[in-house]
């Protein structure tokens, strides 16, 4: 991962150092404190929250599609009653959302419980 960094200078005339990688992720850090702040894009993605369609959720989750629509079925022996529940987008579109499936990775990472069945 390619991770930069830059000086800026805040409103409340701190410096800031501005590490941004490549998959478009800031985090602002004060250089007296090196405290993370909240940046402006992650305080605009708790207002709009952003969807990620079936191709993207199979790379994030490194699941295949057949995988992923059995861990959502109920009457399937992969059924996960944890896995993030899809939305319809149209008549034919579903996505997810995206603050889902990453606090599913986490819960998934944190417990171990990739591979396992709640039944």
């Not at 059924?79 to 995206?98: H, I, N, Q, R």
């Amino acid at each position: 991962m390619v991770v930069s960094w830059n000086s800026v200078l805040s409103p409340g005339n701190f410096l800031l150092g501005v590490k941004s990688s490549e998959c478009g992720q800031r985090f602002f850090y004060r250089w007296d404190s090196l405290q993370p702040e909240v940046s402006t894009m992650q305080q605009a993605s708790a207002v709009h929250p952003s969807v990620i369609r079936l191709k993207q959720l199979s790379v994030r989750v490194g699941l295949s599609r057949s995988t992923i629509y059995d861990r959502i079925n109920p009457r399937s022996s992969r059924y996960d009653a944890t896995f993030p529940k899809p939305f319809k987008l149209g008549s034919f579109a579903v996505g997810w959302l995206e603050e889902d499936v990453n606090a599913w990775l986490h819960r998934c990472a944190s417990s171990s419980c990739v591979g396992a069945n709640p039944n």
